[in-house]
C-alpha cells in the first residue's frame, strides 16, 4: 500500500515506531504514544452547564529517565510535508519545557535542535538516523548546561511514585526540573511561582526528595507561617519521610533527624531566648523550603529573614503563588527571578483550576475602615500596628475572621 494511503496512526505504527526502536528507545520505558493527559482541557461554565475543552495531545514524548522528558515528535499523514508537524511540536515543546522536536511524514525527520550553531536549529535527518537516547541525552546536558558527573547525578535522581496513577503534572514536573538543575549547578536561592491549587507542597515534597535520595541535601527545614501549613503537609505529602521528620513544636530542638518542619514562630521571636534556631550550627541544614514566601521572608527587616541569613549556606528555596515586589518588599531580590512561574490564568487554561467570577460586596468594615483598640493583640499574640485598615488591606495585611465569616455566609445567596 502506498503511504499516501496511509493514516497519521498508520504511519506512527508502521514507521515512526519501528525507527525509534532501532535508534535504541525502550518501548515499555522510554516514549509515549498519543499523550492525552499532559492537560485536563479549561472548564467551561454556562449557567449551570459545565463541560470541558479539548485535552492537549502530543503524538509522541520521548524519556531519557521517567522524570526527564527530552523530545516530542508530531507525526502526519504522507499527504502533508515532512515538517507541517513542526509548529504545533514546537508549542507542546514550549509547555512541556522540552528543547528537542521532531516532525514527521513517515518520509523522514524535520529535527529542531536549540544546541545546533551557526543559527540553524533545523535539519533533516533520515528515517534510520534518528538519534539514540545517549545521543540526546548528551545533548540536553550542554543545552542545560549540566557539565560535571555530580550534577547529572542530582539531574537524573528520580521522583518518588508510590501510585502509578500519580505522577507529578507536566508543571510541576516542569517546576521539579528546573529546580533541581539549577542547584545541580550551584544555584543557592531559587524562586518557584506557582499558582495557589497547583500543588506547591507535592512538588516541594518531590523536590526535597530527589536531593535527599542523591545526598546533595541531607538535612532539610521546611517553613511555613501556619500551624495548618505544617500539620497538612506532615500527614500529607511528606508522610513518606516517616521517622526521618519531625515537626518543632514546645521550643525544644533535638538534632537527631533529617527533615524539620517548622513554623518560623516556633523557632524565633522579638527576643534572644526566643531565636532557638541559633541552637543548630549555621551549616546544619542543606535545604531550607519557605512556603508562601511573599508572607515575611521577601521583607530584609522580617524574622523570615533573619533565619535565612543565620543558615546562609543552605540552598533556599522559596515557593510563591504572588511574588511580592513593592518599594519596601522584594522576593526577588533576595531569591532571584523565578526558574519557572505557572501562573492563575496557565493554570485555567490547562483545565486544573476552575474559572471564576467576581463578585463585590461592601460591608461597614469596607466603608468606614477599622482600627484596633490600644495594645489589640493578633491570634499569634503580636501586638497589631496601631493605624487604619481598609480594602486595600483586608485579606492581605489583616484578615477580620468575623468580615471573611460574614462574605461566605452571603456568597450562596448571590
Known amino acids: 500500500m502506498s503511504k499516501k494511503n496511509l493514516t ?134 550542554k543545552y542545560r548546561g549540566i557539565e560535571e558527573d555530580e550534577a547529572e547525578k542530582v539531574a537524573l535522581s528520580p521522583y518518588y511514585i508510590d501510585d502509578p496513577k500519580r505522577e507529578p503534572r507536566y508543571y510541576q514536573k516542569n517546576a521539579i526540573n528546573r529546580t533541581i538543575e539549577a542547584i545541580a549547578k550551584g544555584q543557592k536561592r531559587i524562586l518557584l511561582v506557582m499558582a495557589t491549587g497547583t500543588g506547591k507542597t507535592y512538588t516541594a515534597f518531590q523536590i526535597i526528595y530527589r536531593l535527599y535520595k542523591s545526598r546533595k541535601a541531607k538535612r532539610i527545614l521546611f517553613l511555613a507561617d501556619r500551624n495548618i501549613l505544617v500539620d497538612q503537609t506532615k500527614i500529607g505529602d511528606f508522610k513518606h519521610f516517616g521517622d526521618k521528620m519531625t515537626k518543632i513544636t514546645n521550643r525544644t530542638i533535638d538534632k537527631s533527624f533529617e527533615i524539620y518542619l517548622s513554623l518560623y514562630q516556633a523557632i524565633t521571636g522579638n527576643s534572644e531566648e526566643k531565636k532557638i534556631f541559633k541552637e543548630f550550627s549555621r551549616d546544619f541544614f542543606d535545604l531550607i523550603v519557605i512556603d508562601e514566601a511573599h508572607r515575611g521572608s521577601a521583607s530584609e527587616d522580617s524574622q523570615w529573614r533573619e533565619i535565612l541569613e543565620y543558615f546562609e549556606s543552605s540552598v533556599q528555596i522559596g515557593l510563591t503563588a504572588t511574588p511580592k515586589e513593592t518599594k519596601y518588599v522584594s522576593n526577588i531580590s533576595y531569591f532571584g527571578e523565578p526558574v519557572y512561574t505557572y501562573s492563575l490564568k496557565q493554570g485555567i487554561d490547562d483545565g486544573f483550576l476552575a474559572p471564576y467570577k467576581v463578585i463585590r460586596l461592601s460591608l461597614d468594615k469596607d466603608v468606614e475602615g477599622w482600627r484596633p483598640y490600644n495594645g489589640q493583640t493578633d491570634d499569634k499574640g503580636e501586638e497589631i500596628e496601631d493605624r487604619e485598615y481598609n480594602t486595600k488591606d483586608f485579606d492581605r495585611n489583616l484578615v477580620l475572621t468575623q468580615r471573611t465569616n460574614l462574605v461566605a455566609k452571603r456568597l450562596p445567596n448571590i
Open 8 to 141: 497519521e496512526r498508520d504511519i506512527c505504527t508502521k514507521y515512526i515506531t519501528p525507527a525509534l526502536i532501532e535508534s535504541g528507545w525502550n518501548l515499555h520505558s522510554q516514549f509515549r504514544e498519543e499523550v492525552t493527559f499532559f492537560t485536563d482541557g479549561r472548564i467551561y461554565v454556562h449557567g449551570k452547564m459545565v463541560r470541558r475543552g479539548e485535552q492537549k495531545r502530543a503524538d509522541y514524548i520521548l524519556y531519557y529517565k521517567p522524570n526527564i522528558p527530552i523530545a516530542i515528535i508530531e507525526a502526519k499523514d504522507n499527504k502533508h510535508s515532512i515538517g507541517d508537524g513542526m509548529q504545533q511540536g514546537l508549542s507542546y515543546a514550549e509547555i512541556l519545557d522540552i528543547p528537542f522536536v521532531y516532525s514527521t511524514n513517515g518520509d523522514g525527520f524535520l529535527e529542531h535542535d536549540p544546541t545546533l550553531t551557526h543559527g540553524v536549529l533545523e535539519k533533516e535527518i533520515s528515517l534510520n538516523n534518528f538519534p539514540s537516547p545517549d545521543e540526546l541525552w548528551q545533548r540536553y546536558k
